[in-house]
């Protein structure tokens, strides 16, 4: 069997510079570099020579690992000073979901891993999960919570663990937190059991122009000198959602996931995830019974249609019946045997099988001697 392995790193606010794409290059001759991506991918053996972390750490702001033995990794960076770092400790505190300081950044790291691997590549995963490091700097925790779930489900945490804040809107993924789900193999009824807990909030609220603009110019000058400086001179690419974090914590806006509600152990949690796959499979076996009697009604309708047309042409199915069998063709056989069959359904639609079993016993006896025609025969249950 094939090895395969992919890595995908990407550069999101700064650009690599021709010394760090030479670096990169030495760790690798067959990578596919870019100013703001590093791609490498293995499919008849080889290791990687490089440390994912270190790279995070180094130049890129995103990773993204699949292996064919079922080993799953993604990461991202983000300032720490965006972040609330005391409540995303309460998220990523398992084996397969942690958050390493490394100098001004946070790394989130989560991985997961199976026993029953399917092929999959890794191409495309990254794109589909990378507006999720926008969203963390937006104060929104869903994926931090999910990642913490996924803990829960491979057993990271004690029994009684309680869970961190469930953060609002768990309940309405969107697409990269729903392919965050897919990568990470999460149970979609633990997410289900989750979200119960979950507020329904909007999940982008609107900011107040005016009021925006009330608060900027009350700021003081020197620290408007300051942006502005930081703005022209320095490359810094968060200085805007620094600013709206600033001025939506002033008026009371930001949104860090608590309710009231008393948190679940991972005891429950996991309970009651296995109590909803019980219920969603009753209400699934349910609904495919009802499907099947419906097709059963519907079928028997046709059924009752065709038998009656049958019985207007019943001398001709019976001439064709001989003329098929005596083609000696397999196939034949089987139409044949098939229209025996609709013949005698007509002779029990009439409460009067004795017609039907006395040309069937002529049938027999004339071809007697065709026995992959006579094991037909008895397979489909026209016997005397």
Request: with cysteine; charged share 30%.
């Amino acid at each position: 069997m094939s090895e395969y392995q992919y890595y995908e790193f990407r550069a999101m606010d700064e650009p690599l510079d021709r010394k760090a794409m030479d670096n990169l290059r030495n760790l690798s001759s067959r990578a596919q570099i870019t100013p703001t991506s590093f791609i490498n991918e293995y499919n008849y053996g080889g290791d990687f020579k490089g440390t994912p972390l270190k790279l995070m750490e180094k130049y890129f702001d995103a990773f993204l690992y699949v292996a064919n033995w079922g080993t799953r990794e993604f990461m991202l960076k983000v300032p720490l000073r965006l972040v609330n770092f005391d409540l995303i400790k309460e998220y990523c505190g398992g084996e397969n979901a942690t958050a390493y300081k490394k100098g001004e950044n946070l790394i989130f790291q989560f991985i997961s891993d199976t026993d029953d691997p399917e092929w999959e590549e890794g191409e495309g995963w990254l794109s589909s999960l990378i507006t999720l490091r926008s969203d963390i700097l937006q104060g929104d925790c869903r994926c931090l919570y999910l990642g913490w779930l996924y803990c829960a489900q491979m057993e990271d945490f004690e029994e009684d663990e309680l869970e961190p804040p469930v953060p609002p809107n768990l309940g309405s993924l969107n697409a990269p937190l729903k392919n965050f789900v897919d990568f990470m193999r999460i149970d979609n009824d633990l997410v289900a059991v989750a979200a119960k807990n979950s507020a329904s909030t909007e999940v982008q609220q609107a900011v107040d122009e005016k009021a925006l603009n009330t608060w900027i110019s009350q700021l003081p000058e020197k620290e408007k000198d300051n942006i502005l400086l930081r703005l022209t001179q320095g490359h810094d690419p968060h200085l805007g959602a620094e600013l709206l974090q600033r001025y939506k914590s002033r008026i009371g806006g930001e949104q860090n996931g608590r309710t009231d509600i008393t948190p679940r152990t991972v005891t429950d949690l996991i309970a009651e995830g296995e109590i909803h796959a019980a219920e969603r499979e009753r209400r699934s076996a349910e609904k495919r019974a009802k499907e099947k009697a419906r097709k059963a009604r519907e079928s028997a309708v046709i059924r009752e249609k065709y038998l009656n047309e049958l019985v207007k042409r019943e001398d001709q199915v019976w001439k064709q019946v001989d003329e098929l069998i005596g083609t000696k063709h397999q196939s034949d056989y089987d139409s044949a045997v098939q229209l025996l069959v609709d013949l005698r359904d007509v002779g029990i639609k009439r409460k009067n099988e004795k017609p039907f079993q006395e040309k069937l016993h002529r049938i027999r006896e004339v071809h007697s001697r065709k026995p992959s025609f006579m094991e037909r025969l008895k397979k489909a249950g026209l016997n005397e």
